[in-house]
């Protein structure tokens, strides 16, 4: 039987010691000591764990005896004195012999894989909250992995999909695996990945992150960040939503780092030139009803905003950035409903951190609703913004889904 075992999981009794493992240096079939006893099993073939039955155990000799639920073969596991050994034997079986083999001992419980042999995911993080309809997980594996098994589960612990990578070639030591809800491998809620890396010498590593899955009803739209330091100037900015990021331009990794002039041209390590630095996330909740603002027919629309964003601190560059997009929207229909989001829910939604330190910043946010009608809605009261040194200029708005 054990010529075609992997594992052997035993929990401690105090003659059994934590998390100990043996492999046979000729089949590679592994046991996994952890105490109890309760003894789990794997083949070559399946390397997940599955139960067998305590026959008897002896603390005092270090001695387990096991069986397959259905089978009436009886062996014996003998611990020896040093715990560097293990003798596995049965009535008119081969006699096999488990040498100790440490492991990671940060490794998740179930890793029979020696140092050196491990798996690891590199994106996204634990915890992430995942707003894009189709994720992208990638990580890193040891050499000689032979394949790798995924497993997704959702928030009640159930399994959703579970099988082996199919572009996972054996040698590779990166890997990725994609999820979404038409896969059948992600949904609403926590959602919980354990990859499971299989090498050459049947040793086992594990690793598993858990995210959690929204399907948002819109998106902070188009916002875009201009720098204006007094001199030329190294900047390192970085921009924090609550839906984290969905798009950026230049690609952001822990922030943008670029060299601003005070014309307000950017340029990053790799030598290309943008006009200002571009991002967009995602809105979980779904829009709520406009109380204030300002309600405005289709055709005094652009006027409209000319002198709203004057009053805001944007100048002519900007505002004509800002038109280009946001006009097209919000001339759609005979009217418009506008409000100018107040500093301090941007800055909540959005934490925005620039270094070295700007003297001033300027966030606009619109939060409008093109409509058939004109509605009624308290009015709102703009602050004027006024730019100074080291200036930062931000404008964006917000777009749902229909």
């Known amino acids: 039987m054990l010529r075609t075992a992997l594992c052997l999981c035993l929990l401690a009794t105090a003659a059994f010691a934590e998390d100990e493992t043996y492999r046979d240096p000729a089949s590679k079939e592994t046991l996994f000591i952890a105490g109890g006893p309760n003894v789990s099993y794997a083949s070559l073939k399946r390397s997940s764990l599955r139960p067998l039955k305590i026959v008897e155990h002896e603390d005092a000799a270090r001695i387990i005896k096991v069986k397959f639920d259905k089978s009436p073969t009886v062996w014996t596991l003998t611990i020896d004195p040093t715990h560097t050994k293990v003798v596995c034997e049965a009535p008119g ?15 998740l419980p179930g890793t029979t894989a020696s140092p050196g042999k491990f ?7 634990e915890g992430a909250g995942l707003y894009d309809p189709v994720t992208d997980f990638t990580g890193e594996v040891a050499a000689e992995c032979e394949r790798i098994e995924v497993t997704s589960l959702n928030a009640a612990g159930e399994v959703q999909t579970k099988g082996n990578l199919k572009k996972f070639t054996p040698g590779d030591t990166t890997f990725s695996y994609r999820a979404s809800k038409a896969l059948k491998n992600m949904s609403l809620g926590s959602n919980r990945f354990r990859f499971q890396a299989t090498f050459k010498d049947g040793g086992v590593a594990l690793a598993e992150v858990r995210v959690s899955f929204h399907e948002y009803e819109g998106e902070m739209a188009k916002p875009v960040i201009y720098l204006y330091p007094p001199s030329l100037q190294r900047v390192m900015v970085r921009v924090s939503p609550e839906g984290g990021l969905t798009k950026s331009d230049p690609p952001y990794t822990d922030g943008w780092v670029v060299n601003a002039t005070p014309q307000g041209s950017l340029v990053t390590r790799d030598g290309h030139a943008y006009p200002y630095l571009f991002w967009e996330s995602g809105l979980k909740d779904k829009p709520a009803p406009l109380t204030e603002g300002f309600v405005v027919p289709k055709g005094e629309v652009k006027e409209f905003l000319l002198r709203s964003l004057e009053t805001l601190g944007l100048n002519a560059r900007e505002t004509n950035d800002f038109l280009e997009f946001w006009l097209p929207r919000m001339t759609e229909k005979p009217w418009a409903a506008v409000r100018f ?4 829910e941007i800055d909540r939604a959005a934490p925005l951190e620039v270094k070295p330190a700007p003297d001033s910043v300027i966030r606009v946010l619109i939060d409008f609703r093109a409509l058939e009608a004109p509605v009624k809605l308290q009015p709102q009261q703009l602050t ?10 931000e404008w964006g708005g917000l777009l749902y889904r229909e």
């Not at 989001?341 to 301090?344: C, N, T």
Request: aromatic fraction near 6%; glycine fraction near 6%; charged fraction near 30%.
């Open 93 to 107: 079986e081969p006699r096999q012999v488990f040498e100790r083999v440490k492991i990671d001992p940060t490794a």
């Open 119 to 125: 798996i690891k995911i590199t994106s996204p993080d």
């Open 341 to 344: 989001v107040p500093r301090g």
């Open 384 to 393: 004027p913004a006024r730019r100074s040194g080291f200036a930062v200029v």
